[in-house]
């Protein structure tokens, strides 16, 4: 089986390395990934400058890996449009360090690096680790192995991914696997104003979790609950609903 890695918090990421070792045991493993930390950035691709990869050799022996300048998309469509010598089976983004639930999806340079995967009709799958501190690789790593393993079996249907989300506790400690829908959980944004050297206003954008109860169900209350979360995620937002409510509008072109 042919895997290729690649995440949002750069090629240097232990997250990520921790991926590679599992899958260098029995895939060919290839990494394409940030030569810097890129979290946060979305489905950004470059358009506008060159974009470079050169080879890492830190990796284990077996695994192919290259730094770039881009973002985890820009990572995806290199590797497999360029980089790798066969198109891969599977794309793994991860492992993340942090959560991604909820909105955090928008945002996600990780889950991104998965969504790029499906748009080029490659399964994806996104990982992260739930907790910012003393973060735990392993079971993620292991679990994410035996997906895709079982993802061999039987694929995943076009314009798909998989999140999930793995709560940062020891596996005996873990309360299963719990197959979740996106919640609505949320960072409320705040701007610090702050002043410069040199007398100017600049602003430090940050947040902190709008405090909600966690929906059964979710990959939120899944993650919160001591389970690891995988949730399915479609390219496809159109809003089904709005879209019948919206014909009855009868809109007209202005003329
Ligand atoms: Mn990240």
Not at 75 to 101: K, Y
Not at 124 to 137: K, L, M, Q, W, Y
Not at 140 to 160: I, K, N, Q, S, Y
Request: hydrophobic share 40%.
């Amino acid at each position: 089986m042919r895997v290729l890695l690649t995440n949002d918090d750069g090629v240097g990421s232990p997250g990520l390395r921790a991926l590679a070792e599992v899958f260098a045991a029995d895939c060919d493993t290839a990494v394409v990934a940030p030569e810097h930390e890129r979290s946060a950035t979305g489905h950004a691709i470059t358009l506008h400058k060159p974009l470079r990869a050169r080879p890492v050799t830190t990796y284990p022996a077996g695994v192919t890996a290259w730094a770039t300048n881009g973002t985890p998309a820009d990572c995806v469509i290199l590797g497999v449009l360029e980089l790798l010598h066969q198109r891969p089976d599977v794309v793994v983004s991860g492992i993340n360090v942090g959560a991604n639930l909820g909105r955090d999806l928008t945002y996600s340079g990780t889950v991104s690096g998965a969504m790029e995967a499906a748009i080029l009709g490659i399964p994806g799958i996104a990982v992260s680790v739930a907790s910012f501190e003393d973060v735990r690789f392993e079971v993620a790593a292991g679990f994410v192995r035996e997906l895709v393993r079982r993802m061999a079996e039987r694929t995943l249907p076009g314009d798909t991914l998989l999140n999930v989300n793995v709560p940062n506790l020891p596996a005996a400690s873990l309360r299963g696997v719990a197959i979740t829908r996106q919640s609505a959980r949320r960072y409320l944004s705040s701007l610090e104003r702050r002043t410069d050297p040199r007398g100017l206003t600049y602003y430090w954008l940050a947040g902190r979790r709008e405090p909600m109860p966690d929906v059964e169900g979710t990959d939120a209350r899944a993650v919160a609950d001591g389970f690891i979360s995988v949730t399915p995620v479609h390219l496809n937002m159109t809003d089904d609903r709005l879209l019948q409510e919206l014909r009855s509008w009868n809109l007209t072109v202005p003329r």
